[in-house]
């Protein structure tokens, strides 16, 4: 037990009391001792309590140290600093953090957390044990303090990570991707990537991390002409979404054939002939909509009157699929996005109520990227992500939101991500949504948010005891979204050009300044 300091006075659920460690810093957590319990809590504030006088500092060629040794002065005098720290409480098995409600004493001794209070008290699992995921470790530490989160609870009460462009959430993705894959979690995951950056994934397949008495993972990757959807499996509604928005006379012809049609394995031609037969009596109507149809239903690839993936295909445990979105418009990414998701869910209910149809007998982890297309109210997919968010823990599926713009989510579907990874925020709007959605997150943390850099985040929510900040470990597969390196880029094709590759473009350039 390692004391840091004194109290000097409480106020409210926080006290201040002084130290001479200039190492502390926001974030960090200490500890005071109560009835034999140890009350966790969290550094919100530091400041000198004595600074040096503005004189000392009038002179930027010269330290204020040297001054105050020419004083002949006390150099610990100015190294004392008053710190603000938040009580979290002490765990309980049973009912979790506990606030005795009693502030320490003035005078009582504050000691640093050590690395094994931490481990046992804020993380629910240790590194490499049986539902656990590592990603990364304490921010706050010189040394290595794992943050795990619990893998229960990610599937079973669903996750979102959000950040800044650039700030490192895909690479946070594909860590915890990796830990899902290991032989203690052998996770059943979906990716659905609309960037491409997941397909370096591939190469678990070939790492001695991952593998233990047999069980090998699995990556699978498909492209856009590898996913293809059965226009008979289709519901109503999801056929209603395809399309742009229809008259109330077209709408109640489509219903009708649909209804006339629906269980027979139909295809586009077999639609489009009933709706043919009713022409006479609706001639206008009926060839605007059969328009609509082989305009939003035949030409969109996805679609397909035969062929029909199915979802054992790709969800098995130990397996993680990744469906690259990158070729796909953005109706058909939400389209596929709507009716996969809508699938899982029904065979999730099949299985776990003993229902007839498609059945899948295990739990289910979905990451969804760029999450602000799909799960804003104007997006196709919205009502489905909806549904899942509120009413898909119940059944073993979990959903995984990433998203550069949170403030584009609809509040109530983040709010249902119980466990929050929050990167570098800039935006005040986003910002704000996340202060409203994530209740387990207090204002100095939000404070926090601006001022992370790459690769480091705020963990929160119930897959953790209490919020940290953390910074990610390192990936063991590559990063698919490393960004361009335009001038390096610029650079080879110029050397290129110079060795004769592509000699044609001196040669114009020599002919269009000699003009």
Sequence with gaps: ????????????????FITPENT???GEFVYYIWEGKKVICRVIRKKPLRPFPDIYLSKPHISPERIVKALGLDTTEFELFEVTAGIIGYYDNDLGFVNPRVTPKPGQQVFIAEKEVIEDVLMKKAAGETGSAHIGFLLNRDDDVP????????????????ASTGSGKSYLAGVLVEELLKPYNSAAVLILDPHGEYHTLKEVEGREEFVQDGYRPRVKILGKGEVKIRLCELEYDELINALPPLSDKMEAILNS?????EGTKFTSETLLEKIREIADKEDVTARALTWRIRRYIESVEIIDDFDHILLKEILRPGMVAVIQMSEMSDIEQQLLTSVLLKRILNARINSEKGLPGEKLEYPVFVVVEEAHRFASKDSKSFDVLKTILSEGRKFGMGVCLISQRPSKIDSDILSQCMTQVIMRIVNPADQENIRASVESIGKELIEELPGLTKGQALVAGVAINSPVLMRVRKRITSHGGVSKKAPEEWINHLKTAEEGEIPVMRNQKRLFWDQ
């Design 257 to 261: 054939v649909y209804r006339e049609i």
């Design 1 to 16: 037990m390692k004391a840091v300091g004194l109290v000097k006075a409480s106020e409210g659920v926080n006290f201040n």
């Design 24 to 26: 502390l810093r926001n």
């Design 147 to 162: 943050v795990v989160l619990d893998t229960s609870l990610i599937v079973s009460e669903h996750m979102c990570i959000l």
